[in-house]
T-cell receptor, first 118, second 116 residues
Framework: AQKITQTQPGMFVQEKEAVTLDCTYD???????LFWYKQPSSGEMIFLIY??????QNATEGRYSLNFQKARKSANLVISASQLGDSAMYFC???????????????FGKGTHLIIQP | DTGVSQNPRHKITKRGQNVTFRCDPI?????LYWYRQTLGQGPEFLTY????????KSRLLSDRFSAERPKGSFSTLEIQRTEQGDSAMYLC??????????????FGPGTRLTVL
């Protein structure tokens, strides 16, 4: 079974609209971390936001927020007021057994290709 | 700029040849990771180092792959007897050893390998 599932291969959104990118995960660990990365056409992975499994509040970073629903095992990324520069691939990732120190490799989903239209 | 750097950025080789990639992590980052990303997929974890010790290897890392980090600074990833299926982007990431609960991984620009 896929550990990270991103069901939207591609999305088109009008500039200035909010957009939600879906991510569901599968783990039996009680402690884990969830990440979102942006990958523009240049190829570099850019960290956006993090949510720990024990964090009670949804993470926010500027225009990015993470809608964390633990019981549903979902960690959707919300981008408010989208901009043309937000066009990129977006990857959801998980690190299991997040006991502190963040040693383990990340497991990534297949990504969502977001295109912002003027 | 003190980000993660990778060399070369592009490598074209013939099937059966050996290739070696280099990753220079952010200074003083103790942990270094290698990932592979094929077209249309997310990155897949290959291996990781803490200082010079290789602590984890994915089953994706076949016997033809070897990674080293001899002095705990830069790392090399070698692929022997390359196959067409090895064509991918090879990404390196680093993170500091700290008490933070998550330790964001900082990625380099990647090395794109094409095996003809």
């Amino acid at each position: 079974a896929q550990k990270i599932t991103q069901t939207q291969p591609g999305m088109f959104v009008q500039e200035k609209e909010a957009v939600t990118l879906d991510c569901t995960y599968d783990t039996s660990d009680q402690s884990y971390g969830l990440f979102w990365y942006k990958q523009p056409s240049s190829g570099e992975m850019i960290f956006l936001i993090y949510q720990g499994s024990y964090d009670e509040q949804n993470a926010t970073e500027g225009r990015y927020s993470l809608n964390f629903q633990k019981a549903r095992k979902s960690a959707n990324l919300v981008i408010s007021a989208s901009q043309l520069g937000d066009s990129a691939m977006y990857f959801c990732a998980m690190r299991e057994g997040d006991s502190g120190g963040g040693a383990d490799g990340l497991t990534f989903g297949k990504g969502t290709h977001l295109i912002i239209q003027p | 700029d003190t980000g993660v750097s990778q060399n070369p950025r592009h490598k074209i080789t013939k099937r059966g040849q050996n290739v070696t990639f280099r990753c220079d992590p952010i200074s003083e980052h103790n942990r270094l990771y290698w990932y592979r990303q094929t077209l249309g997929q997310g990155p897949e974890f290959l291996t990781y180092f803490q200082n010079e010790a290789q602590l984890e290897k994915s089953r994706l890392l076949s016997d033809r792959f070897s990674a080293e980090r001899p002095k705990g600074s830069f790392s090399t990833l070698e692929i022997q007897r390359t196959e067409q299926g090895d064509s991918a982007m090879y990404l390196c990431a680093s993170t500091p050893l700290g008490l933070s609960s998550y330790n964001e991984q900082f990625f380099g620009p990647g090395t794109r390998l094409t095996v003809l």
